[in-house]
């Protein structure tokens, strides 16, 4: 059974970095994009980043652009996502996702993924 597994999360002050990783196991996912989304208490779930099979990225310009990076490792069938000048407003659980099949580009819709890890917290502090 396909499972997605995230970890890196932590408290880091303001300006900080951390980088998130998602472990993917019981099935590949290497020719489908793949994302992370966020969602603080109250609010919705929020896309973050996304990334092709191909490597091809899209970002949410309004909050992470030039922040954010989101890679990929197919080989190890592995999606990151390095976290860099860090806000209080980043905090939230981030959420890794996949998609079961082909999509055309980067969704950014979570009904679009089919596969969710855990979740995994992000506190920045002031």
């Known amino acids: 059974q396909a499972q997605l597994v995230g970890s890196g999360g932590g408290l880091v002050q303001a300006g900080g970095s951390l980088r998130l990783s998602c472990a993917a196991s019981?099935?590949?996912?290497?020719?489908?994009?793949m994302g992370w989304f966020r969602q603080a208490p109250g609010k919705e779930r929020e896309f973050v980043a996304g990334?092709?099979?191909?490597?091809?990225?899209?970002y949410n310009e309004d909050s992470v652009k030039g922040r954010f990076i989101i890679s990929r490792d197919n080989a190890k069938n592995t999606l990151y996502l390095q976290m860099n000048s860090l806000k209080p407003e980043d905090t939230a659980v981030y959420y890794c996702a996949a998609a079961g099949g082909l999509r055309i580009g980067v969704p950014q819709l979570p009904r679009d993924y089919d596969y969710w890890g855990q979740g995994t917290q992000v506190t920045v502090s002031s």
């Open positions: 990334i092709t099979w191909m490597g091809g990225t899209t």
């Open positions: 019981g099935r590949t996912f290497r020719e489908y994009p």
